[in-house]
Nanobody
Framework: QVLLAESGGGLVQAGGSLRLSCAAS????????MAWFRQAPGKEREFVAR????????LYTDSVKGRFTISRDNAKNTVDLQMNSLKPEDTAVYYC???????????????WGQGTQVTVSS
């Protein structure tokens, strides 16, 4: 069992930065591949970034490459998403998720946080 809780969302102007953090409970956090997804109003949930259990492998959706960085600290049971050069189209609720499998598909992730709102004004 892994419980996830996101923090760090907020309102920022276009071009600004935010750092999201996801705190996980449970002793087996280091066994899980972790990811960030987002869902904008009226749109389907979409994959943003994922990081392997070891932290060595990372993958990003094309729209955030070069702007977002996913990282994790298995000693602290946290996974972060550093978001730079934010755009209005990045506005969404951001969720962290955990899975034993390596996937970009939300249905493959067993554990989810409650989400944190990110709003980017133009």
């Amino acid at each position: 069992q892994v419980l996830l809780a996101e923090s760090g969302g907020g309102l920022v102007q276009a071009g600004g930065s935010l750092r999201l953090s996801c705190a996980a409970s449970g002793r087996t956090f280091s066994n899980y591949n972790m990811a960030w997804f987002r869902q904008a109003p009226g749109k389907e949930r979409e994959f943003v970034a994922r990081i392997s259990a070891s932290g060595y492998t990372r993958l990003y959706t094309d729209s955030v490459k070069g702007r977002f960085t996913i990282s994790r600290d298995n000693a602290k049971n946290t996974v972060d998403l550093q978001m730079n050069s934010l755009k209005p189209e990045d506005t969404a609720v951001y969720y962290c998720a955990g899975a034993m499998t390596v996937s970009v598909t939300g249905s493959q992730y067993k554990y989810w946080g409650q989400g944190t709102q990110v709003t980017v004004s133009s």
